[in-house]
Nanobody, 120 residues
Framework: QVQLVESGGGLVQAGGSLRLSCVPS????????MGWYRQAPGKQLELVAG???????NYADSVKGRFTISRSNAGNTVYLQMNSLKPEETGVYYC??????????????WGQGIQVTVSA
């Protein structure tokens, strides 16, 4: 029912920047938390950055100071600004949303994933 549409990935050289976008659609009462996860080759899925409905954020230690997660004031779009990218940050990035569909009804939604490739 809820769709998360991701965009902004692609190929970038080491030291470059990308901005990922995640646009939710469907009938949503509220979004409690959104985040970006990364699946790197040979690695488990890990949280890169998250943001709550109160705009509190958290980041993986490896990206602090370089990545910024933000949320649009109008609508539920979430962005991940990635600066000074490193080759080891290559992977598939997934948008995730913990949402309230209606009063007392919760759901955990995932995007299809978007490829980010950082070349050396």
């Amino acid at each position: 029912q809820v769709q998360l549409v991701e965009s902004g990935g692609g190929l970038v050289q080491a030291g470059g920047s990308l901005r990922l976008s995640c646009v939710p659609s469907g009938r949503i009462l509220s979004i409690n938390r959104m985040g970006w996860y990364r699946q790197a080759p040979g690695k488990q899925l890990e949280l890169v950055a998250g943001i709550t409905s109160g705009s509190m954020t958290n980041y993986a230690d490896s990206v602090k100071g370089r990545f910024t997660i933000s949320r649009s004031n109008a609508g539920n779009t979430v962005y991940l600004q990635m600066n000074s990218l490193k080759p080891e940050e290559t992977g598939v990035y997934y948008c995730n949303a913990d949402i309230t569909l209606s009063w007392g009804r919760m759901s955990d939604s995932w995007g299809q994933g978007i490829q980010v490739t950082v070349s050396a």
